[in-house]
Structures are given as C-alpha cells and as structure tokens.
C-alpha cells in the first residue's frame, strides 16, 4: 500500500489554486472598484449584477465568460485588462423558466464594446437561439469601443445579424438603463420590445452636439433622445418607467406572457374570473350614438380576465390600442380603436403600430382578438404625402398573413377600407361578430346619401329635409345591425354582456387550429 503521507502535497497545491480561483470569482464579482460602484449609483443607476438580481429569480443566475479579457494593444488598452470586458452574459429563471441575459457593464471602459465584449455577446444570443429561450439585454454603453477601431465595428455586426436571426423565434427584450448612441441603437430596434427608464436612458443615431453642428438646433440628451420622448413621439420605445426597479419588474412580468419560442404556446395561468361571466357594464360603456367617445380601454378591462391589461406602445398612436392580456387563463393580444382619440381612426401611426403588434403575435403563437369602432382612415394632405396608402397596407398585409386564431366583434362604427383592414372576415377572421349597435358600410349615412343622392337633394325645395329623409333610408336599407349578418360577413350578433364568453368559446374551438402558408422564402411585405 502506498503511504500517502509521504508524497507530494498535490491536494495543498490544488487548494491554493482553488483559494486563487476564488479570490479572481470575488474581484469579478466586486467589479472594478467601489469608486466606479458609487459613481454609478451616484447617477441614480444600478449595477450591471444589481440589474441581473433583479430581473432574474433569486439565485439562478449562472454566468458565462466572467474571466474573459480583451486581447488589444495600443492607447494603453495593453496595461488595462478587467475580467468581464465590460459585460456580463449568462441565463438564469424568471418565475421558473429559463431566460438568457447579457448586461453592459458601465464601470469597465464605460460599458463600450470591443472584439472580447462582442464575441461574448455573439455567443449567449448563439445559446439562446440554440436552447429556445428569451434574450433580455440590459444596454447602458458609451457605443463602440474606439481604440479597438473596426473590429468594435464588426462585432456590431454579429450582434445585428443575431438579432436578425432570432427574430419571431424567441423573444427579444431590449431594456435601455443608459447611453445608446450611434449604430449601437439598431440592435434595440431589431428586438420586439424596447423599454427604457426616465432621465437616465436614451437613444440617438446622432448626438446633441452633431444635431447642433448640422442643423443649428440645440436640444438636450433626453430632448432628443429620452424615454419619454421615444414612447410618445417616435414610438422607439414601447415602455416607459420612472425607475429600473419597476422597469425590471415589468420586464418579468411581460416575460410571464410570452413563451419560449415559436414553437411552444404563451404559459396558461389559473383563472379564478368565471368564463362565462356577463359584462352587463359593456351595454352603459359604449353610447349607441356613434358620434360620442367612450374609452375602449375600459371595454377591454371589462372583457378579460381580472382587468389585467398590459398595454404596448401605450403612449404612442393613441387612436389605436395594442394590448396583451389573458382570457380563460390562456394569453391573448388585443387590437382595438379608440375612439377617445382622434375618433378611432386609422392613420400612419395606428396602421405600423398595430401591424408590428399583429407580426409579434403571430410569431409566438398569441390568439389575437380585434375589436372595431372605427370611421375610417384619416383623411388629409399630410397622410397622403406621408404615405397612408403603403403604411396601412402594413397592417393589411399583416392580418393577411398571420396564422393565430383570430377573432373580431364590429362594436360601432365599421366604415370603408379600415373596416377590411381591421381583420374582417374577408381577409381571413376566423369566426366575425358584432354589437347590435353595429353600423357596417362602405360610409357614413350622411356621407353615402350625399353621394347617391347629390342631384336629388340640390333639386328639392328643402335640401336639407330632403337630406334627412334620404340619410333615413339609407340607414334603414343598408346599414341597419343585421344587414352584414344576414349576407354572411358576420358571423353573428350577440348580445354585448355575452362578449367575454363568445370570445373565450371561440378561442377554445380554435386552439386547435392549423393554417399553412403558400411555399416560399419569404413574403415582401409593404414598406
């Protein structure tokens, strides 16, 4: 028997290198020093690990690449080599399921990218492709990293080719808590959601002092490029929060809604909201008079379940409402008009809005229900320049093409081609209602009469009675609640308080529904 006593102390030498090891784990974990720590915090920021333990459940995190180090030379890059290189990429769980996550790391090199930071990200979007699992980045850096040159440049490039690749295949949440300038911008936008934080985010393709130089404007960071204005005015931006605490808790909370990739369905929850409950409030909501507003908010809380809503792009193109929410415990996306607004027409904004809502949905197999009260498409000088005709068709060719179950009730108002566009059962709803206070036609009565019967009306002794009398019986021809019932455009009429069953009896009937798209590379959709 060999006495181990007297040979070489390999078990003391393999602890010291453990005792190393874990004193770089340590460093890492600490960053790069408590000085950077605080100034981070000064600027009412967290840290990259403080982010992570939030938006992940406790303890799951599971990093990747800690001990990473750039390889570059030159401007003194040589005599500065942090471990992480300024990000830290990993997965973890949120409420249970697994979530891939990489976090610029303002401290190190101001969170900028260079080929090492690059190729850590390029390797944990690969991850989350290959395990078919959500991507969450958590972006605050300064852009590339400029004493690495074009090699910074090109891991933008994998980083866009990735996002591009994962697109409708698993969801990508895109989460500014910093400085994103530049092309550096793009990777957000190429993600399906984008959420950014009051005062201390923002985005720009060029910066305050080139707007200046160029154009003679001067604007500030958040001026050009905040959160607010993002989720209002160019809708960059689909969320908007005032905090990263609440920021990174609706960010699990959207997670909650979505599933892994496009090969599974969105989670279903325990309903304790009865599915055949009556919305006896729906029938005092909505006014009959098709001229007076009433919020379609409102409507959509009454119908689902718990009055649990989360509203996307909640600020921006207002005249349309994009919602996720959950009906008989199974996910659903809601698209409706909101007649608070502008009246509920359709214009530019509305149309983009709601069609990347439909793609997004279709993608990652979410039921979409469609509720219309709308008069029309927008009419006027501006629209037509700024290309309504193209940008509507985006939201045509969008319904077109989508595959989910879909499932519309005609409320209101349901005039002309946004009645076509907001998925009627010509272009491929599954299953068509409508409100008995429905008004389906090519116009208003107003308008129809005073293009049918122009002559008629100029010729009378009373124009105006005359106009009365015409509108009259053009309502009661051909735009009376079961005219488009009774020639198969509707499915049927029902009664307003039955909406929440009829819907949720629809959506169960068509969760088993298969629809095949004609063979080929891919469609060209309009732009």
């Known amino acids: 028997m060999t006495d181990l006593s007297q040979a070489p102390s390999a078990a003391s030498d393999t602890r010291g290198r453990v005792a190393e ?20 915090h000064a600027k009412g920021k967290l840290t990259a690990r403080e ?12 990093e990747v690449g800690p001990l990473r180090r750039h390889r570059a030379t030159g401007f003194g890059l040589e005599a500065k080599r942090p471990y992480t290189d300024g990000v830290i990429t ?25 080929e090492a930071h690059a190729q850590k990200i390029h390797k944990i979007m690969d991850m989350a ?63 399906d959601f984008v959420f950014m934080v009051r005062e201390t985010s923002q985005m720009f393709i060029t910066g305050p002092d080139v707007v200046q130089a160029v154009t003679g404007a001067e604007v500030t960071q958040n001026g050009l490029g905040g959160a607010d204005v993002h989720a209002s005015t160019s809708g960059v931006a689909h969320f908007a929060y005032d905090d990263e605490e609440t920021c990174l808790e609706e960010v699990r909370y959207l997670l909650s809604l979505l599933p892994q990739n496009n090969r599974e369905n969105p989670p279903r929850t325990e309903c304790s909201d009865p599915v055949d409950r009556r919305c006896e409030a729906l029938v005092d909501l909505v006014p009959a008079d098709g001229n007076r507003p009433y919020d379609m908010r409102a409507v959509i809380e009454e119908i689902v379940d718990d009055g649990e809503v989360l509203e996307v792009h909640e600020r921006w193109a207002t005249n349309i409402i994009c919602a996720l929410a959950r009906l008989d415990g199974h996910v659903v996306g809601v ?14 904004h509305a149309s983009e809005k709601a069609a990347r809502f439909v793609q997004m949905c279709d993608a990652f197999n979410i039921p979409i229900i469609t509720l219309l009260d709308v008069p029309g498409f927008l009419p006027g000088v501006d629209q037509e320049h700024g290309g309504i005709i193209r940008h509507g068709a985006k939201l045509l060719y969008a319904y077109c093409n989508a ?33 008995p206070t429905n008004e389906i036609a090519v116009m208003g009565a107003e308008g129809a009469a005073n293009v049918i019967f122009r002559r008629q009306i100029a010729a009378a002794d009373d124009p105006e009675t005359t106009r009365e009398k015409l509108v009259k019986e053009y309502k009661s021809e051909l735009m009376h609640p079961y005219y488009a019932a009774e020639r198969g455009l509707v499915d049927d009429v029902i009664d307003p308080a039955d909406t929440r069953a009829v ?10 529904k298969h629809a095949d798209l004609p063979a080929r590379k891919h469609g060209n959709p309009p732009q």
């Open 90 to 114: 990993g997965w973890g769980t949120v409420d249970g399921r697994t979530v891939f996550v990489y976090a610029h790391d303002f401290r190190i090199f101001g969170g900028a990218l260079g």
């Open 21 to 40: 090891l874990q004193a770089i784990r340590e460093q890492v974990r600490r960053g790069p020093s408590e000085k950077a720590t605080e100034a981070q």
């Open 335 to 348: 698209v409706a008009n909101q007649p608070q607004q502008l009246a509920g027409v359709l214009d530019i």
């Open 129 to 191: 492709i290959a395990a078919g699992a959500p991507l969450v980045s958590l972006n605050d850096g300064a852009g590339a990293r400029i004493q690495e040159g074009v090699v910074a440049l090109a891991g933008y490039g994998g980083i866009f080719q990735r996002n591009t690749k994962a697109s409708g295949v698993i969801p990508q949440i895109s989460v500014m808590l910093g400085p994103c300038a530049g092309g550096a911008a793009y990777s957000p936008a190429l993600t």
């Open 403 to 435: 595959t989910v179950p879909r499932v519309s009730v005609v409320l209101r108002k349901a005039y002309g081609g946004a009645y076509i566009v907001m998925d009627s059962q010509s272009i491929g709803a599954d299953v068509t209602y409508a409100w």
């Open 503 to 512: 819907l949720a009896h629809a959506l169960a009937m068509l969760r088993t």
């Open 51 to 62: 982010r992570i333990e939030l938006l992940l459940d406790p303890g799951s995190f599971h």
